[in-house]
């Protein structure tokens, strides 16, 4: 798999086909090696050793043209090894991206696996443009990449951008919109290229992976010289498109992504859907008891047209209504039809009170990369109605990788949270990504918040960034704890302060362990003073539930003792607890699972089930006064 290092500084023997290419002259080539046209045929003197499976297909003129790309069949490539330059080069291409991959690629000559890294790319992240290299002056013994990445010249999903690379034998450079976006002189001397690497154009491909380009590519061309700054501008200038990237796309209009709830308020909820095309989009709603509709505009709209966030408000609290969502696409075909979603309800939240409530909730983390077990533990959990979902981060495997979100995350929460809205945190493997941030509706800023329910307040914490003494979100905590009014009090973050953990924060077999993670353990404090109830984390893929905690000793619960809750389960690969009991350790088991919490009035019951519903650890507290 790719190797996310940025370089390693090392100096060997080149390796690959540098020698070729100098022997065969084409390192300083003047010209086009290889031209990508707008019709779709190439040009150059490489242009023969390259092939496509499927047939061309172009973008309408009024949507701005351009090749379509959907698949690994579209990509132009190299069937054999071919003499690449190596002192020096340069790469550009027009392009649109219609679905951000982590790897995506616009022109690659690559071979990546692991600490092999060999090679080039111009393409782009979840985010931005990036240009890899892989050249002498930092090579391992077996290469090793310099990643450039454009952060500050994030694309629109959609839109045309220009792109383009150069190397000199001692700068790479990358240029977006004919504006230079990154610079490395760390690389130096020819680049080193695998024997086994194969020259492509919309795609990255190597020997373990394959990672397509989705969207449109306009032109492309590579020369084997670095071109100036001026000449990248004029050349972006002269292949222009003649029309802006209109609202076009060659696939179905389908759901990429199925209505879904999260921000519950007393007199608000968010809906949030993703369409495969740009679509024109409207949330209709009505309360339990009435026959009418209301309509509601998008509050928000990403992802070039395709994400639709609504938040209608005005709602009455602690009342059941019923919602869907229609979407038109905004270029429509005749075989083309509109979207409806079924017909699904949700109940808002109750006002905030001191008074007697109930109210319940599924706490569940760590869904990541596992659909099946993810499915049957959201399955299980939606039997017992919660009124919302607390999900304690790593939603996904990848956080910048959209089919993680499309294709794994949302289809197995349905229906869960068709009904049940859900409040999350970060996790370490969502990064921090675009992706995030575009999928979830909540309060600001969103990396952390606070979100009163009834007599409960949830204070959501973030903690993969800094909890140190005057750090932000600290600061922010200790402000929202000592304000809240509310009866049960419940923090939740990723990363768990304490833990009886085998291996994450020391290997318990042979040594010592922190017992937790060291930048959380700040809150403990807090949590301390602020009367805060259950902490509630993820992380470590298991389920333990501590004896209560003050100043970091066992203490009685009505004392001001606070429980740690691991609730880890929801299908990361499980992991294990040290052999040894720790001084807090109380229920623990390695099982997937959900863990479902009622509260009635001054009465909290937790109970904690597997994903074949067997009831496996059960809490009861009383409200200490």
């Not at 379509?68 to 071919?82: E, H, M, P, T």
């Not at 869960?416 to 309060?443: C, F, K």
Request: glycine share 10%; proline share 5%; aromatic share 8%.
């Amino acid at each position: 798999m790719r190797s996310e290092r940025s370089s390693v500084r090392a100096v060997t023997a080149v390796l690959g086909l540098a020698g070729v290419a100098a022997a065969a002259g084409i390192g300083g080539t003047q010209g086009a090696l290889l031209e990508l046209r707008p019709d779709g045929s190439l040009g150059g003197e490489l242009a023969r050793a390259l092939g496509r499976e499927s047939e061309v297909t172009v973008a309408p003129e009024d949507a701005g043209g351009g090749l379509v790309f959907n698949g690994l069949a579209d990509a132009y490539r190299a069937s054999d090894q071919l003499p690449l330059p190596a002192d020096a080069f340069s790469v550009e291409a027009w392009i649109t991206v219609e679905t951000p991959r982590r790897w995506g690629a616009v022109v690659a000559a690559i071979q990546d696996n692991g600490g092999y890294e060999k090679g080039w790319v111009l393409g782009y992240d979840e985010t931005c443009p990036i240009f890899s290299i892989s050249t002498q002056a930092t090579d391992d013994g077996d290469g090793s990449l310099v990643n450039l990445r454009a952060a500050d010249a994030p694309f629109d999903f959609g839109a045309w951008i220009h792109v383009a690379a150069t190397y000199d034998g001692s700068a790479a450079v990358l240029y977006v919109d004919g504006r230079e976006a990154a610079r490395s002189e760390e690389v130096g001397g020819p680049v080193i290229l695998a024997d086994s690497a194969r020259l492509a154009i919309g795609a990255y491909k190597d020997d373990d992976e394959a990672y397509p380009h989705d969207g449109r590519i306009l032109s492309a061309s590579f020369e084997g010289r670095a071109w100036s700054g001026e000449e990248v501008r004029a050349r972006m200038e002269r292949t222009a498109p003649s029309a802006p990237a209109g609202a076009w796309s060659d696939e179905e209009l389908e759901w990429r992504v199925l209505p879904f709830l999260t921000w519950p308020a007393p007199d608000a909820v968010s809906v949030v859907a993703e369409t495969s095309v740009p679509t024109s989009g409207t949330l209709q709603i009505r309360a339990e008891d009435a026959s009418e509709w209301s309509d509601v505009a998008p509050l928000r709209t990403a992802l070039a047209g395709r994400l639709h966030e609504f938040r209608p408000d005005g709602l009455e609290p602690d009342s059941k209504y019923f919602y869907r969502v229609l979407c038109a696409p905004e270029a429509p075909r005749p075989d083309q039809l509109d979207l409806a979603s079924e017909v699904r309800s949700f109940r808002t939240a109750p006002r905030p009170t001191k008074g007697f409530e109930s109210l319940t909730f599924t706490v569940v983390g760590d869904t990541q990369g596992n659909a099946a077990v993810a499915g049957r533990v959201s399955a299980l959990a939606h039997e017992h109605r919660p009124d919302f979902v607390v999900h304690c981060g790593d939603l996904v495997s990848t956080g910048g990788t959209k089919t993680d979100w499309t294709e794994t995350f949302f289809p197995s929460m349905r229906p869960l949270l068709e009904h049940a809205p859900m409040i999350p945190v970060l996790g370490n493997h969502e990064q921090d990504a675009r992706l995030y941030y575009e999928y979830m509706s909540l309060p600001e800023p969103e990396r952390w918040y606070s979100l009163r329910y009834g007599h409960a307040e949830f204070f959501m914490i973030d903690g993969n960034r800094s909890l140190a003494e005057q750090s932000e979100q600290l600061r922010w905590l200790e402000r929202a704890l000592k304000g809240s009014t509310a009866t049960w009090r419940f923090a939740v973050l990723h990363q768990p302060p304490y833990t009886s953990d085998s291996n994450d924060y020391g290997e318990t077999a042979e040594t010592t362990s922190t017992r937790g993670d060291m930048n959380v353990r700040n809150i403990v404090r807090l949590l301390e003073k602020h009367d805060v109830d259950v902490c509630f984390s993820g992380h470590v893929h298991d389920y333990e539930r501590t004896l209560p905690i003050l100043a970091d000793e066992v203490a009685p619960y009505e004392e001001g003792g606070v429980i740690y809750v691991t609730a880890a389960g929801g299908g990361g690969s499980l992991e294990d607890f040290d052999r040894t009991n720790t001084r807090f350790g109380h229920k623990k088991m390695r099982r997937h699972h959900f863990v479902h919490v009622a509260l009635c009035g001054d009465q909290l019951e937790l109970q904690a089930m597997d994903e074949d519903g067997r009831l496996f650890d059960v809490l009861t507290l009383t409200k200490r006064r």
